[in-house]
């Protein structure tokens, strides 16, 4: 009986140091529920819908609030002033970088019904494969569909509730069997696809005559060899171009197949961009990024698809650099932080009817496109999204061009098209759905 007493005892006092130290931190951290030992308030949470979560705990403990996500306080900022503050207003105290566990073990991973997720993910990835690779892939390349399923498979994966749990208890990821081992596989696919790209540039390789990402970042590495403590290495490389893949291709095509879907819901909304589209481009050329500030109901509409969908709820976590002063409470360097998009994107004052998908969300009351602070789907301040210039640029050319050419039509009538995302956790997914493309 005495090694169950010793171990009895010895639990009891882990338990009790545990408690100790959650009282410490949280008399200095803004308030919150009161945490279990060990799980924390993850009980609190539901991994389905996290967002929702955290606008509920708002109500009772306010825009500033902490949650124990296991034995580590989370500080989530909620609402548009709350967020506008912290990363534009303090940008340099909230820049640092929030943990992500399964991305730190990945970085060291016609007229006809159709399913349009396979020709929307090919044409956002093909313009990131011209960007790193200089060329772009037929549609029936097979390295090239095998790249594609991979990324898709993983961006699934990651936003499944079993993900927000291993994010939030790190040991899972390598002593529990799950869903997540096969994002490590697919990565390792991904990455052994770049290193193979990557061998062949240096075999071609011109520094006279540079031709696309990887042969630029070559030449860097070339002339930072006599620097030891250089971050231009192979692996660095091969990490960079794997998150360009991952960031540039699955959330642009997510963000189209969405669009798409919200328009074949609300078709009187689809005819006043394609009206417009006829009076400003006409029939006889594409679509150019000129012709955006001529065109404010589709600039204002592909803007509420992106308030609406909600991409990134809770966007990529972030980590105060030092010990940070925010409203009157001390937030100690290091500790992550959550900004809720959610609340900024669905913010009834400056949205009404915040639930209700309306391009006059972005729209003055003599029908110009109206800017608006909280429009933050890519973010904001020192961590906003690198992409979005290229993102805005694809969204525009990409929804114009298809909207020129076809008419939308859908199996079903509008009030059973379903529009609620099937995955709610890192990203918003939409539901799977066909859509008949008739060319006009």
């Keep these: ?74 500080v989530v900022l909620h609402g548009y002033e709350a967020v506008k503050e912290a990363l534009i207003d303090h940008g340099e105290e909230f820049a640092g970088r929030g943990r992500f566990p399964m991305a730190e073990k990945i970085t060291k991973g016609l007229g006809s019904p159709c399913d ?19 060329n772009r892939f037929d549609y029936k390349d097979q390295d090239f569909l095998n790249l594609m399923k991979k990324m898709d498979e993983n961006v699934r994966i990651l936003s499944s509730p079993w993900l ?25 696919y991904v990455r052994s696809f770049v290193l193979e790209k990557t061998k062949e540039h240096q075999e071609s390789l011109n520094v006279a005559n540079p031709r696309d990402f990887i042969d630029y970042y070559l030449i860097k590495q070339e002339q930072e060899n006599h620097n030891q403590q250089s971050e231009y290495t192979l692996e660095h490389l091969v990490t960079t171009v794997s998150n360009l893949f991952a960031a540039g291709t699955e959330t642009t095509s997510t963000t189209l197949r969405y669009a798409l879907l919200l328009l074949l819901k609300h078709p009187h909304v689809t005819a006043k961009v394609q009206e417009e589209i006829n009076h400003v481009v006409g029939r006889h050329r594409s679509p150019c990024m000129q012709d955006r500030s001529h065109m404010p109901y589709t600039d204002a509409m592909i803007h509420e698809v992106q308030r609406f969908i909600d991409i990134l709820p809770t966007n990529l976590p972030h980590a105060v650099t030092c010990d940070t002063k925010f409203r009157n409470y001390l937030i100690p360097k290091g500790t992550m932080v959550i900004t809720s998009l959610s609340s900024v994107l669905h913010d009834s004052k400056e949205f009404p009817n915040p639930e209700v998908f309306d391009p006059g969300h972005f729209l003055d009351k003599n029908g110009n496109f109206k800017k608006s602070d909280y429009f933050m789907p890519f973010s904001a301040g020192k961590r906003i999204c690198v992409g979005e210039g290229l993102a805005r640029m694809e969204l525009f050319l990409f929804l114009t061009t298809i909207l020129q050419n076809f008419k939308l039509k859908s199996l079903l009538h509008t009030k059973d098209i379903n529009i609620t995302p099937v995955a709610n956790g890192l990203t918003s997914l939409p539901p799977p759905y066909k859509i008949c493309f008739i060319p006009v």
């Excluded at 990131?128 to 200089?134: A, E, H, N």
């Design 1 to 74: 009986m005495e090694p169950v007493l010793i171990l009895v005892l010895s639990l009891s006092c882990l338990l009790l140091l545990s408690l100790w130290r959650q009282s410490s931190e949280r008399s200095k951290l803004p308030p919150g529920p009161t945490p279990l030992p060990i799980i924390g308030n993850f009980l609190q949470i539901d991994a389905k819908n996290i967002s929702q979560s955290l606008t509920n705990l708002s109500k009772v403990y306010g825009p500033v609030f902490t949650l124990y996500l296991g034995r580590k306080p989370t």
């Design 116 to 134: 349009p997720t396979f020709i929307l993910s090919c044409a956002p990835c093909n313009v990131i494969c011209s960007i790193i690779f200089q």
């Design 164 to 188: 927000q749990v291993c994010n939030n208890f790190p040991s899972l990821i390598d002593y529990c069997p799950g869903s997540h081992h096969t994002v490590f596989k697919n990565v390792d």
